[in-house]
């Protein structure tokens, strides 16, 4: 039985198809429309999981839609109608989409896939609940799943017991964590639903001056796991904004405009908030172990993408492990979607097993002929070996100080790349996060990059305590004594004065507090990257690679050997890998003019 599940028409559009309850292919539109977080109908995203299914659409018994839109719509009707005339503007903005395509949804899929067949409609938070627990290694599990908002919940958990999800208690709109951390998101300069890792990222180079501002005046924390926000600092119910004017006089002034310098008021928010978000998760995750008696804890909604809470939940939290959907946010959904359908729906059996999601390799994979065709038809100068050659090659060029595109396999499904679509490079270099940012990746400087390692050496060097991090979505201290001795000049220093800091033997991908956003590298998940950094620990002593996702700004992660080629010429990359061929940059012909694409890529 095949099984399509959808997520449209928010942010992050996506396809997932399950055959027999095996989960065959999933993928976002934004690799295949290249438009990033794509919230148009997925359409290309479903054709290539038919196509990697070998099926056609005749052949699909039912399509999974991951919520329910008229209740959705419900939930703006009342919203805006107990806020009018306030909200008129955004009132009519979003209506036109409603009436045309979002309300009637069972008339959309049936349109825009041609698809005659069974619809089923999930909710969105079930959706997220299904994608985190069924996927996940056991047979019982509590769950948490949070986010800005769905139908009308923004946070729900509940308990995964066998082949079904229980909902157990929600918080509803406007009520959402989600929201706050977008609110702060949007105050500090950065971009709603895309900019919040930056604000994650920009947090331990502030202090947590506003934190009890923050639980003084906007959310009110409670003993029971809940909270409630002070709506009369924000303007997200009905307008166009996500912060007021009674905000931003809480915190000194105005929301810093995009793209211009970053102060230590954004930084000491950034700190705040992250600090507010940890503790509210922490106080749920204990509530939810004290009502379910549960020893593990699976984790989705896009929140859940928040790597350093995660990591605090794992320390600190009173489960014994914890599974974070690697495809967490909406685009996620598709997949729970279609999850719920063949549990729930159909009531068929679940068999726990940790590696369902195949490691969330499940989008294009394109063949060594393939790849050699395309590099023949552009007349590209290449080197081809074995794949058993390309790791010691690999490695050998990565420890010469170059950066690499890494083009392996079946592509990610999810925001970050795990090995399959990456720009990899040295992490014992003291230049390299620079290099990244600045010339690769033309970002921020004070991003932080994250390194992959070996699984079998992470306790070497990271303070997992035996756990795994397989999706990049835990961050953990470097361990003591990876860490060099600081000066007191260097102790001392505040603000984007921490970046010129060399804290440890991982300079590269150790952020400014002395922690790391870890990727664990099994084997059998993925045996070309585990090859490579095994042969990078053979030549360096250091089983540990710097991976970014294979991407430039303001881009989606490259998804075929035509896009990896060509943000390979747009940056200052040093080589490409694609499949068992090796590009190098000095070999190739001159790239268009810089000036005709940089543009492209200064705003986010």
């Not at 040295?426 to 400087?445: A, C, G, H, T, Y």
Request: hydrophobic share 40%; net charge neutral; proline share 5%.
């Amino acid at each position: 039985m095949n099984i399509l599940g959808i997520s449209a028409f928010y942010h992050d559009s996506a396809a997932a198809l399950l055959r027999d309850g095996e989960i065959v292919a999933a993928a976002q539109q934004e690799r295949f429309s290249r438009r990033k977080h794509d919230p148009r109908f997925p359409k290309e995203a479903a054709d290539y999981c038919l196509a990697e299914a070998g099926i056609t659409l005749d052949e699909v018994d039912a399509v999974a839609f991951y919520d329910k839109p008229l209740v959705k719509f419900e939930r703006l009707l009342l919203t805006y109608a107990a806020l009018a005339p306030k909200g008129i503007r955004s009132f009519y903005e979003q209506v036109p989409s409603w009436l045309s395509e979002k309300l009637f949804m069972r008339g959309t899929l049936r349109k825009e896939l041609g698809y005659q067949g069974k619809v089923y409609f999930s909710t969105h938070h079930l959706s997220h609940a299904a994608s985190a627990f069924f996927p996940c290694p056991w047979e019982e599990a509590a769950f948490i799943t949070v986010d800005g908002v769905g139908e009308w919940a923004t946070t729900t958990y509940g308990v995964g017991r066998g082949n079904r999800v229980e909902i157990l208690k929600e918080i509803t709109f406007p009520h959402s964590l989600g929201l706050l951390y977008s609110a702060f998101t949007y105050f500090t300069g950065f971009r709603v639903n895309s900019g919040e890792y930056k604000l994650m990222g920009l947090a331990p180079y502030g202090e947590p001056r506003y934190a009890d501002i923050i639980r003084r005046e906007l959310v009110d924390i409670r003993d029971d796991g809940s909270f409630r926000l002070n709506m009369k600092y924000f303007d997200y119910c009905a307008g166009l904004r996500m912060t007021n004017a009674a905000f931003a006089g809480l915190f000194g002034g105005p929301e810093r405009r995009p793209e211009t310098k970053i102060t230590q008021r954004e930084m000491d928010l950034a700190r705040s908030v992250q600090e507010v978000t940890e503790e509210i998760m922490l106080n749920m995750a204990r509530q939810v172990h004290r009502e379910t008696g549960a020893r593990h804890l699976a984790l989705a909604g896009g929140v859940a993408l928040n790597c350093v809470a995660n990591g605090r939940l794992l320390r600190e939290g009173p489960f014994e492990d914890v599974w974070i959907q690697p495809c967490a946010g909406d685009g996620g959904n598709a997949l729970g979607a279609a999850l719920s359908v063949w549990h729930q729906c159909l009531d068929q059996p679940r068999t726990p097993d940790p590696r369902r999601q195949k490691a969330t390799y499940l989008g294009n994979a394109f063949s060594d002929e393939e790849i050699g065709r395309f590099l023949k038809e552009r007349n590209i100068p290449h080197k081809h070996y074995s794949m058993d050659e390309i790791p010691d090659v690999v490695a050998g060029i990565i420890a010469g100080q170059k950066v690499v595109g890494w083009f392996q396999g079946r592509m990610e499904f999810g925001p970050r790349a795990l090995g399959a679509r990456s720009i990899l490079g040295d992490p014992r270099s003291r230049e390299m996060q620079s290099v990244l940012n600045l010339k690769i990746k033309f970002r921020e400087s004070f991003r932080p990059f994250a390194p992959s390692v070996m699984a079998e050496h992470a306790d070497e060097w990271f303070d997992l305590r035996g756990h795994e991090s397989p999706y990049m979505l835990l961050v953990a201290d470097v361990l003591p004594h990876r860490l060099r001795a600081l000066t007191e000049e260097e102790t001392a220093a505040r603000g984007f004065d921490k970046l010129k800091v060399v804290r440890s033997e991982i300079p590269a991908v150790t952020h400014v507090d002395n922690s790391a956003r870890i990727q664990t590298v099994r084997r059998e998940d993925n045996p070309a990257y585990h090859a490579l950094l095994d042969a990078f620990r053979r030549k360096t002593g250091c089983p540990v690679l710097i991976n970014t996702s294979f991407n430039v700004r303001g881009e989606p992660i490259v998804r075929t050997p035509e896009e990896a080629y060509t943000c390979f010429m747009r940056t200052h990359m040093d080589f490409l890998c694609l499949g068992g061929y090796v590009l190098d940059k000095t070999e190739q012909a001159p790239w268009k003019d810089e000036s005709d694409w940089k543009a492209e890529f200064e705003l986010d």
